[in-house]
């Protein structure tokens, strides 16, 4: 189960707010301003610290915390019955199974995480808004035409005062390239928190059988 949610966790978005196909609704000028709000709110980030559900297409949801610091680094640590960690040091992410010992990476250009992750994916050039009937949610897809197998991410903005530009990163969907689908949203986000480097390093589970604390 732990790498089918990894598989969609590289791939996710919010269907409840996003409709997928419809016709573009909004004056391009509106849509400008919109994706401008957007990616000041994501530069604006330092670091975070947030609690978060992650689920799959079939309905199933894990939680656990999120820790991010940019740029590129990221770590999900779930709940206590799921003996697994995803991190990126800013080159790769990398998933850790201890139940089977075994670890894999992902270079973060290559997933749909990269919009969050990779400082040379520029989501101003690779961004799309999306209508969502909301003035207060804003969403937008990236995703790079020529690089399908990167995959597709729509990122969820909600109108927040508190937050850096102030929208705050509220959940997003991945689609990798193979059509699998997660969501992952956020809440309690603290901004701006000490986060060492060292919460993104990982045991090797060939010496242990657990993650670390």
Not at 45 to 59: E, H, N, P, V, W
Not at 115 to 123: I, T, Y
Not at 156 to 180: C, T
């Amino acid at each position: 189960m732990a790498r089918a949610f990894m598989a969609g966790l590289l791939a996710c978005a919010t269907p409840v707010l996003v409709m997928v196909g419809a016709t573009p609704a909004i004056a391009q000028s509106t849509k400008d301003a919109q994706l401008d709000k957007a990616v000041a709110a994501l530069r604006g980030i330092t670091t975070l610290k947030a609690d978060f559900t992650q689920t799959d297409r079939s309905g199933q949801v894990l939680s656990g915390k999120l820790t991010l610091k940019r740029p590129g680094k990221i770590r999900f640590e779930y709940e206590d019955s799921v003996n697994m960690l995803i991190v990126s040091n800013g080159k790769a992410l990398t998933l850790v199974d201890y139940d089977v010992q075994q670890v894999q990476r992902w270079p973060i250009s290559n997933s749909p995480l990269g919009a969050l992750l990779d400082p040379n994916r520029d989501v101003k050039k690779y961004g799309t808004v999306q209508e969502t009937g909301d003035p207060n949610v804003i969403a937008v897809q990236v995703k790079d035409a020529k690089r399908p197998e990167y995959g597709v991410i729509t990122l969820i903005f909600v109108r927040d005062s508190a937050a850096p530009g102030g929208f705050e990163l509220s959940s997003w969907v991945a689609v990798d390239s193979q059509n699998k689908r997660t969501t992952v949203r956020l809440s309690n986000q603290r901004y701006g928190v000490a986060v060492s480097d060292s919460a993104f390093t990982y045991k090797d589970p060939r010496r242990t059988s657990r993650r670390p604390g």
